[in-house]
């Protein structure tokens, strides 16, 4: 696909138009997740002596290999930690370490960091009650393991803003297959065509979304812009989901 030369317009509050139902993703649109994951890799492997030379090197490698595939991408991101295990294990093993003892403290360590580091974005919550006084009903529609994904929830006290709330988890199909926005859209009861996915991923909540009749806004929190090639074109772009905030009545 050739993108267009120039991206598409930031969405506003006006931008929805007659859409009834926006739905949500939840990690690096609600809640800021992705960019501590340096951070919390260079903390860790501080705090264990004598690890093989190029570790944080050989864990990256390891870790792009294992996201890299659909299948171990479903499995990772339905036990987190197993795959860090797995990630780390590997990372050992190809530098002459096979210690599964250690292998396991280093991740449980690292998941811990992330854990903690998690917050939510900047005005994420008051975006989601300005949306609802407009009128717009509000759904969540996120990849990942039903007890991890409801500990957000809860943590953030995030639930009592959603309608509906589909967690792949629980609901036994994630982004970007058709049923995970066709379970959002029947909930609610509204057509696609008066429907907005909002996520930060091009192919689950972009691509996906527009295959199923939605439309969708990109939140490119990392300002990287669209890449030479997208998956898809997004209605809109946003760099914060506060973007969307619809000014007082």
Known sequence: MTPSPDPPVPASWAGFGPAEAI???LDDTLLEDNPATE???TATLAEFAALPAGLREEIRAVGQWFWS????HRAGRADLHAATVQIVREALAALGCADERLARAIAARYRALRD????????????????????????????GAALAQRRKLERFALASHFEYI????????GKPEP????RALDALA??????WMVGDNLVWDVQGAQRAGLRAIWVDY??????????????????????????PA
């Open 222 to 247: 990392r300002r990287t812009g669209l890449p030479p090639d997208p998956p898809a074109l997004p209605d809109h772009v946003v760099h914060a989901v506060s973007e969307l905030a619809p000014p």
């Open 39 to 41: 951070r919390c890799w």
């Open 166 to 173: 589909g967690i792949e988890g629980e609901v036994g199909v």
């Open 23 to 25: 739905f949500f993703d």
């Open 69 to 72: 595939d659909a299948a171990r």
């Open 116 to 143: 903690a580091s998690m917050r939510l974005h900047d005005g994420a919550v008051e975006t989601l009650a300005a949306l609802a006084r407009r009128g717009h009903r509000l759904g969540l529609i996120t990849n």
């Open 179 to 182: 049923a995970a926005y066709e």
């Open 190 to 195: 509204v057509a696609p065509r008066r429907a």
